[in-house]
């Protein structure tokens, strides 16, 4: 019997929500540990299972595995979502770190001071409207394909339904000018294993909220502020 992939982190997403978004995509089913006190993560630590002192981690096929991009290359390429040749997972590694870039100026909001929040609003905005969302539209009109890489579905189309989810929640019509991604919004949505997990219940994590942020502070010891960009 196969064992599960085993994910440790906070209850929220953070830099793991990318990691379940892959894993349900791939229709892997994985356990979650939580971390809720400071004592568990100084447990880790001390067991040498953070191998630079950071989470997330993620316990899979015997390893240990931290890093965040290389959790995700590891499943990607684990579960051919990783394109068929050195091009495409070349693209797939740029079209990712395009929508790794955005998500980072998502992920940092709910630590922002009440000040930088509104700055931070407007800047999540601008840049997936002026940066980031021009290209995807882009390679997919040009293409005329259904996928971003390879006209099969691989770890970039995730990455990039995430990030278009999370700056929705920052302002719902923020596709308005794009009309290749939202049918590809639509496409990717319905395929089976993203549609469930895009279902209430699942392993999904809610939009963070002040219960998630303190709990993060008090593990890690954040006893400051984030600065806006």
Not at 54 to 80: C, F, H, W
Not at 187 to 216: C, H, N, W
């Amino acid at each position: 019997m196969t064992t599960k992939p085993k994910l440790y982190y906070f209850d929220g997403r953070g830099k793991m929500e990318s990691i379940r978004w892959l894993l349900a995509a791939a229709g892997v089913e994985f356990e979650e540990e939580f971390l809720e006190t400071r004592d568990q993560y100084e447990k880790l630590l001390q067991g040498g299972s953070l191998l630079f002192q950071q989470v997330p981690m993620v316990e899979i096929d015997g390893m240990k595995m931290v890093q965040t991009r290389a959790i995700l290359s590891y499943i990607a390429a684990k579960y051919n979502l990783y394109g068929k040749d050195l091009k495409e997972k070349a693209l797939i590694d740029m079209y990712v770190g395009g929508t790794d870039d955005l998500m980072g100026f998502i992920m940092m909001f709910p630590f922002l001071s009440a000040e930088d929040k509104d700055k931070q609003h407007a800047l999540i905005v601008q840049k997936a409207t002026g940066r980031y969302f021009p290209v995807y539209e882009k390679v997919l009109k040009d293409h005329g394909q259904d996928f971003l890489v390879g006209n099969s579905f691989s770890w970039a189309d995730v990455h990039l339904l995430e990030a278009i989810l999370m700056v929705e929640e920052k302002k719902s019509d923020v596709l308005s000018g794009f009309p290749q991604l939202q049918a590809f919004k639509a496409r990717i949505s319905s395929i089976p294993a993203i549609k469930k997990f895009l279902e209430p219940g699942s392993q999904r994590k809610p939009v963070p909220d002040d219960k998630y942020v303190e709990t993060v502070r008090r593990v890690l010891r954040m006893y400051y502020d984030v600065k806006a960009n």
